[in-house]
């Protein structure tokens, strides 16, 4: 039989590209992000560059050049020689020292925790996993073979990986019902179940959460105060992913990596685990990029750089040859570790640092740079507050509401749909589908402009700043998200008005863009845009139906009628669409109101038969 998750996993992704139903979901749901960020100390010592034998004009340098680049799109960055910050600084609304999600960043604590198991004899590499979980059956004999090293490693050859995650509740038990792709030890094949297993391991061998098991081996030790690791629905850590850290918290893991195991004088992790999981464990694939593998860490194949990686571009880079520790987030659109970040970050600080030819007024420079980080890149430009003695002194509002945003005020209804102002990476990743979005709202109150998003009853309301990002914390479905937003309203030669919203989840690498205009009979076109956008998607996609021979052969069937990869443009669709609605004052509300929901019939019509032909294929499979 094909796999169930596959096919429900193919399933989720009909339910939000070609209905418009309201909760796609195919298991129950179960809120799991339910902690908002706690602002962490400064621990390390603030210096400047040259006094770490460094130019200000390298790290200048480095930071344009990220800036510059399209295919970086960065929160927080932070930069360490030895113990000591060199550099740090933030794109606009973020802040180095507010926990952030990781991704499977996580993998590498999982592994330290493993690494503790095995130097306290409690554990061996060559342990079997069914002799840990005996009471799990698995149908594929070559399961008897897996053992501990291959869970560290990424080299089970079982399936059953992220997507996973969100299409079954039972994780373990879907983990050894799977029919391995290669037998163990044979192939590298990166997979977050895997760290998820070894997570289960750590429970199942201490008899307690991950979290507290790292707590007195790990956390108190480096002085780690805010940590938040989600649950899965077997009721412990995700193990391979879901840790919200600081950059300083991931700094000080870094740095203690880098001393190996040791962190202010005193011995952490035992230095031969910290030697074997940086050095080489398995040979990834050329595409991967500059990385092998190592114990859930990956190592470089030609130095003694080492990386602590979660999808959209979260690193700490550990370059021990010159001192340094980086640790980057961004919202890229990349899964694995070949980045244009790291490339750049490598390009300026993995060579010979000390050859620098100093310039006295380039720490300046520097300095305004970490003070105006990535405003070029802004996707809403914010006002310049007013200036003159009375606003100095008060008198005056120095950041008075602007009344160009009169026009767009009022209440907008659409038809049906399944979209949401969380981004669709979140709603998919969290199985946190709020109902699609009913209605929008504009106010002003006094110099303040708000923006409500009414979904499956529920009104999600937001302060807009127009000056500078302005915070509301926000609960969907029992998560909590802190959501900081701002607008800019614009004109064009014709004297159309545009507005833009740009909303940013500081605790998360996904941001949402929104631009609101005007169309005939007063229609609200609203477009919205995510990042990361579709393309982080379609190789997930592209997974699930080219491993299925005859679903293979039906998307292919389908090409040749609806046009070449008709699934990636409906994709790109999903992760930026298009919405129409009708003010509620207007005097042709109805007729928009009626217009837009037979065109949602009939695209709803149009899709259908292409959604069933799809999963019949997939159901029909019989490998």
């Known amino acids: 039989m094909a796999s169930k998750w596959k096919n429900k996993a193919l399933e989720l992704v009909i339910g939000l590209a070609f209905t418009n139903k309201r909760n796609p979901a195919t298991i129950p749901y179960a809120p799991t992000k339910t ?3 706690e602002f962490e100390s400064k621990y390390f010592r603030r210096t400047t560059p040259e006094r770490c034998g460094i130019s200000s004009k390298r790290i200048y340098e480095m930071l344009s050049a990220l800036e510059k680049n399209p295919r970086a799109n960065i929160h927080n960055i932070m930069i360490l020689k030895g113990k000591e910050v060199i550099s740090e600084c933030s794109a606009p609304g973020y802040d180095v020292n507010t926990r952030h999600l990781s991704h499977s960043m996580s993998k ?18 060559t342990t079997r996993l069914i002799d840990i979980f005996p009471e799990y059956k698995y149908t594929d004999k070559r399961f008897e073979d897996i053992t501990v090293h291959h869970l560290l490693a990424m080299s089970t050859g079982v399936p059953f990986s992220e997507a996973g995650s969100v299409t079954e509740t039972e994780w373990t038990k879907a983990f050894f019902e799977s029919k391995l792709l290669f037998s163990p030890g044979t192939n590298f094949a990166y997979n977050s179940m895997n760290s998820y297993i070894l997570a289960r391991i750590v429970v199942r061998i201490s008899g307690m959460s991950l979290t507290r098991f790292l707590t007195d081996r790990i956390f108190k030790p480096l002085a780690i105060e ?10 412990i850590e995700k193990g391979g992913w879901g840790v919200h850290l600081s950059c300083e ?3 000080k893991l870094g740095v203690m990596m880098m001393m190996g195991g040791v962190f202010e004088g005193k011995k952490v992790l035992p230095r031969a685990w910290v030697a074997k999981s940086t050095s080489l464990q398995m040979q990834a694939p050329d595409s991967a990029g500059d990385f092998n593998y190592g114990y859930q860490i990956w190592v470089h194949r030609r130095n003694d750089e080492f990386l602590f990686n979660g999808m959209l571009g979260q690193n700490v880079w550990v370059c021990p040859r010159n001192g340094i520790v980086v640790v980057v987030n961004c919202e890229n659109n990349e899964l694995f570790q070949k980045s244009a970040v790291i490339e750049i970050i490598q390009r300026y600080l993995g060579g010979k640092i000390y050859s620098d030819v100093y310039d006295t007024g380039s720490l300046a420079v520097l300095r305004k740079k970490e003070r105006t ?3 070029s890149r802004c996707y809403a430009k914010p006002k310049h507050p007013k200036k003159g003695l009375l606003y100095k002194i008060g008198l005056k509002n120095r950041m008075p509401y602007d009344s160009a945003w009169n026009k767009i005020l009022g209440t907008y209804t659409f038809a049906q749909n399944n979209h949401g102002i969380l981004p669709l ?8 589908y709020t109902g699609g979005i009913e209605s929008v709202s504009f106010e002003r109150e006094g110099e303040k402009l708000f923006f409500t998003s009414r979904e499956g009853g529920i009104d999600y309301r937001l302060e807009v700043g127009l000056y500078e990002y302005r915070s509301t914390v926000l609960n969907f479905n029992g998560e909590k998200y802190l959501i900081r937003a701002m607008g800019e309203s614009a004109e064009n030669e014709d004297r159309h008005k545009s507005y833009k919203i740009d909303i940013i989840l500081p605790e998360m690498p996904n941001s949402r863009k929104i631009k609101f205009s005007f169309g005939d009979d007063g229609r609200l076109l609203m477009r919205m845009t995510e990042i990361p956008n579709d393309k982080i998607a379609e190789p997930l996609v592209e997974g699930i139906y080219t491993t299925n021979p005859k679903l293979a052969f039906a998307v292919k ?3 040749r009628r609806l046009g070449d990869r008709f699934l990636n443009k409906k994709l790109e669709s999903l992760f930026s669409p298009l919405l129409i609605g009708a003010n509620t004052h207007s005097k042709k509300y109805l007729d928009i109101v009626a217009d837009e929901k037979a065109r949602a019939e009939e695209a709803n019509r149009a899709t259908g038969a292409i959604s069933a032909l799809i999963l019949k294929a997939a159901e029909s499979d019989d490998d």
């Open 249 to 251: 918290s991931w700094a």
């Open 373 to 375: 980080f990535f405003e």
């Open 425 to 432: 990476f979140i709603r998919a990743m969290q199985n946190n």
């Open 226 to 235: 805010n940590v938040f690791w989600e649950i899965g629905p077997e009721g």
């Open 108 to 125: 590498s604590l999982t592994g330290m925790a493993i690494g503790f198991l095995v130097s306290e004899k409690k554990l061996s590499l």
């Open 557 to 559: 069937m389908l090409e």
């Open 35 to 37: 902690e908002i960020s």
